[in-house]
């Protein structure tokens, strides 16, 4: 099993910057894939950034520029760094983790970007 706490939401104004970090309960060294998620009101979760553990990282369209994922795996915690945010990226964000051929997932942090 992993357990993955989420922490680092809250209410920024437009523009600001947020760091999410998302710990596990085990070594990320041997899990493939680490990525964030996020769902805004009445929509579809959608996958904003993921980083594979051979190091490869990707991001939503939206985001790209602006947000980054990073790990450390001597501390086994996931960031996602946001910058210049905007009130669209409003949403409950999750951390995920595949492991084995089973998905975990972080109980969400919410993020609030105001006008």
């Known amino acids: 099993q992993v357990q993955l706490v989420e922490s680092g939401g809250g209410l920024v104004q437009a523009g600001g910057s947020l760091r999410l970090s998302c710990a596990a309960s085990?070594?990320?060294?041997?899990?493939?894939?680490m990525d964030w998620y996020r769902q805004a009101p009445g929509k579809q979760r959608e996958l904003v950034a993921t980083f594979t553990r051979g190091g490869l990282t990707d991001y939503a369209d939206s985001v790209k520029g602006r947000f980054t994922i990073s790990r450390d795996n001597a501390k086994n915690t996931v960031y996602l760094q946001m910058y210049s945010l905007k009130p669209e990226d409003t949403a409950v964000y999750y951390c995920?983790?595949?492991?084995?051929?089973?998905?975990?997932w972080g109980q969400g942090t919410q993020v609030t970007v105001s006008s």
């Open positions: 995920h983790a595949n492991h084995w051929y089973v998905d975990y």
């Open positions: 085990r070594s990320i060294f041997s899990i493939n894939t």
